[in-house]
């Protein structure tokens, strides 16, 4: 029996980062200090250890009498918010430059919301989850709102918000029937109820539905996708690739633990919904992706359809489509990450996010214009990137439970997506750039383009040991 | 159980509000009103889990109500922010002013 301290150790260490960066903040003011960045991305670097020892140990410890629990699932998942976190920060450091005001506390928020991301991976508890959630979603708001002078951020923020408010209203209310009819916020205890139960109580399903209204939200699938575009593309880079990764990553994490832990022998309540919103999903954001002009609307689009493809793994309710799930978002993360980095150096360099200003990238960055062609060739789902085999998982268990039609959409989808995300690649490759200006990049920039190219390539060639972490990750859920 | 309001009564009221809410979000264009709404929209929960810990002497029901107050604040005290600032830069709090981006 290792001491409790041990099993709370990351988010321990994180807190200690997100004081020591407060009381320097407040230190340093007004003035931008060079070192604020720098102290926050290797203050996330020691998180990697750590997980690691913790994973080592193994096994399902509750802490706290239930309400905080470490098991491999919340290990993944935090592995997956660091990463993204980081590059995130790395994102963060080179936005601020252009930033006209000091910007600790732009650092300081990325922390908070990963702290709340990794206690929402440990929760054991609806209370806990709640908060947790919300603490990632609050910070969330006043990052994407950041930039005060600029009325579309402004704009993006308050639509977030306003919208991210009525979906955690949902999910509390959802949270109040599953109390009311369970008797209880542990899952524990309400794991081992819908294990037993004969019948399903309406107040039940009513409360499952309004809590899956909740998560489905947060995961930008149909029909509660129409905040992603305008949020994505007015939010600050740097937040929209932390939106797009690590919101995403945790909305299907809750997912995991609410639907498939908890409520997995009530599943006739919320499969058929799901089938649905999986099979709109991955329709509505690749068709809506084809005739957009703006980059980062673009990456909305596309993020709600790969949202639909992650939902089948969820809809099959199965371990192979939990395990799909992981290893989808490891790819996925990679992917993203890469993609990001590389529009963020060049937005911040031509000062325009259009899809134009990329032409011609190829002549200007050779490098950038390779990185973004095999992003985009691993979110399509090319052979021999992380993107295909996750993919294929994802059809393979949605097929495994019957679900024809909707593998024949996921298929389908694949074709049209191939088709948008290959006109970047011409603009990148053929068309002829307006200004021929090389562009530069930075030296943290370059390294974590290059780890994130090798994330992908890496997943996509040697799959097992991946492919067994994931199935390692979901083992407690069943 | 009391015999002077069931819970049946709780949770219609709970119900009403939560409607009440749900509406005002999607329907009022004045964004303080909005907020208002979505305060009323986690009050009608905390009504909701106080009836149903008090119908199962349950206290963990009644104790999320505490921290769902102090997250509403937050959020309504944020909502707040972005509100006060998009005001100083069009001069309105209305939702309808608000439209660089395609809706």
């Known amino acids: ?478 | 159980m009391s015999e002077i309001v069931t819970i049946q009564q709780l949770l219609g009221l709970s119900i009403i509000l939560f409607t009440i809410g749900l509406v005002g979000v999607v329907t009022r264009r004045n964004l303080i009103l909005v907020l208002l709404s979505l305060e009323l929209m986690l009050s009608a929960a905390n009504l909701a889990f106080v009836s149903f810990a008090y119908i199962q002497g349950d206290l963990a029901g009644q104790i999320m109500v505490f921290f769902v107050m102090i997250v509403a604040a937050a959020e309504v005290t944020v909502g707040l922010a972005i509100a006060l600032l998009l005001s100083r830069k069009t001069g309105k709090i209305n939702a309808d002013e608000v439209r660089a981006l395609k809706w």
């Open chain 1, 1 to 478: 029996m290792m001491h409790t301290l041990f099993w709370i150790l990351p988010e321990v260490w994180l807190s200690t980062i997100i004081f020591l960066l407060l009381a320097l903040d407040l230190k340093w003011g007004e003035e931008k200090h060079p070192l604020m960045g720098l102290i926050a991305i290797a203050g996330m670097l020691p998180l990697f250890p750590i997980l690691f020892l913790l994973a080592k140990e193994g096994g399902s410890h509750e802490l706290f009498s239930g309400m905080f629990r470490v098991d491999t699932m919340a290990l993944f998942f935090k592995g997956i918010f660091t990463v993204s976190g980081i590059v995130a920060l790395v994102l963060a450091r080179e936005f601020g430059k252009a930033v006209d005001r000091a910007h600790g506390e732009f650092y300081l928020l990325f922390l908070i919301a990963v702290l709340g991301m990794f206690l929402a991976a440990s929760s054991a508890n609806f209370l806990m989850l709640f908060i947790s959630l919300e603490l990632v979603a609050i910070t969330l708001y006043v990052l994407v709102s950041y930039l005060h002078t600029n009325l579309q951020s402004l704009e993006s923020g308050l639509k977030y918000l306003v919208l991210g408010s009525l979906s955690s209203a949902l999910f509390l209310y959802g949270i109040a029937f599953i109390y009311g009819t369970t008797g209880s916020l542990h899952f524990e205890t309400i794991h081992a109820m819908s294990l037993r139960a004969q019948t399903l109580p309406a107040g039940l399903v009513f409360g499952i539905l309004l809590v899956l209204a909740g998560i489905l939200f947060k995961a930008a699938v149909v029909p509660f996708q129409i905040w992603a575009p305008d949020v994505y593309q007015g939010a600050p880079t740097p937040v929209t690739a932390f939106l797009s990764v690590g919101s995403k990553a945790l909305a299907f994490l809750v997912a995991l633990r609410i639907l498939q832990e908890l409520f997995l022998p009530f599943s006739m309540a919320w499969n058929s919904v799901l089938v649905f919103a999986s099979g709109a999903t991955i329709l509505y954001g690749n068709l809506c992706a084809i005739p957009q002009t703006n980059i980062k609307r673009f990456m909305a689009y596309s993020s709600i359809g790969h949202a639909g493809y992650l939902l089948m793994g969820i809809t099959a309710g199965v371990d192979i489509g939990s395990a799909a799930v992981s290893y989808y978002l490891l790819g996925y993360l990679f992917t993203n990450l890469v993609l990001f980095l590389v529009i963020t150096a060049v937005t911040l360099q031509t000062g325009s996010d259009e899809i134009k200003s990329f032409a011609g990238l190829s002549k200007r960055s050779p490098f950038l214009a390779a990185a973004m062609f095999i992003g985009l060739l691993s979110l399509a789902g090319v052979p021999p990137m992380a993107g295909f085999f996750g993919k294929f998982l994802l059809v393979l268990s949605a097929l495994s439970q019957g679900y024809l039609t909707l593998a024949i959409i996921g298929a389908v989808a694949v074709v049209i997506s191939l088709y948008y995300y290959l006109r970047v690649v011409q603009t990148l490759y053929a068309d002829e750039p307006v200004d021929a200006t090389p562009i530069k990049i930075g030296t943290t920039m370059k390294m974590s383009i290059v780890a994130c190219l090798i994330g992908i390539f890496v997943l996509g060639i040697w799959q097992y040991p991946f492919l067994a972490i994931s199935i390692r990750s979901i083992q407690h859920i069943f």
